[in-house]
């Protein structure tokens, strides 16, 4: 797939996000996601939180957070903790297609984060989707050569199989289950390791 065809993939994906978000009460706006110590504004706030900047103003966030990826991703959060929730769904609107440096390996890392935390805010709410075939398909494979996802490391030696897509990686003891949870696990949520079984189960479960 081209860097343009992956780039539509992440604006879709962006949009279906916008339009889930526009649902939510302002309560389910504050409520917890699956990633640890964040709220769903801080999740809608990450997902965007490079759009606006440049490669100096990455630099200089990176040196003021010890160049720590997670120190940098929760700088950029703080930064817009003043925002109202309305103002966030506005900006996650108006920047629907990537720009700035989250854009260097085309639509690969927006269209990943994106769907990693869309699940992550939906999971906790009870509030599940049907994520579109060919676009998850693409996004397992590209979860595989995203460093920050951890998502070849934890697969290392194992067998992968999607029992509902037409998905497989890798050989090895096989772990196998919906593809969104494969997914989500392989990206270090262990909320979705109880949807999957196989004999390397309990090997993926020492790496997470």
């Known amino acids: 797939m081209s860097r343009a065809e992956t780039m539509e993939l992440a604006v879709a994906e962006r949009g279906d996000l916008a339009d889930y978000l526009a649902t939510l009460t302002r ?15 801080d999740v809608v706030a990450h997902v965007i939180s490079y ?19 997670g120190a940098i991703n929760e700088g950029l959060v703080a930064e817009s903790r003043s925002r109202s929730t309305g103002e966030l769904l506005d900006r996650l609107r108006a920047n629907l297609r990537p720009t700035g440096p989250i854009t260097v390996n085309g639509g690969m890392i927006p269209l990943v984060d994106a769907t990693i935390h869309h699940q992550d805010i939906r ?40 029992t509902d897509l037409d998905w497989s990686r890798g050989d090895g003891p096989e772990v196998r289950g919906p593809a969104e949870a494969l997914l989500m696990t392989l990206a270090g949520r262990s909320a979705a390791f109880t949807e999957l079984d196989g004999e390397g189960r309990s090997v993926l479960a ?3």
């Open 123 to 162: 999971r906790p709410l009870g509030q599940p989707r049907e994520i579109p075939p060919e676009r998850l398909r693409v996004v397992l494979d590209l979860a595989m050569k995203a460093p920050p996802v951890g998502a070849k490391k934890r697969a290392a030696g194992l067998r992968l199989v999607a």
């Open 27 to 41: 309560g389910q706006w504050e409520e917890p996601t699956l990633c640890a110590g964040w709220r769903v504004r």
């Open 51 to 69: 759009d606006d900047l440049s490669w100096p103003g990455v630099l200089k966030r990176a040196v003021r957070a010890g160049f720590r990826p």
């Open 206 to 208: 020492g790496r997470l």
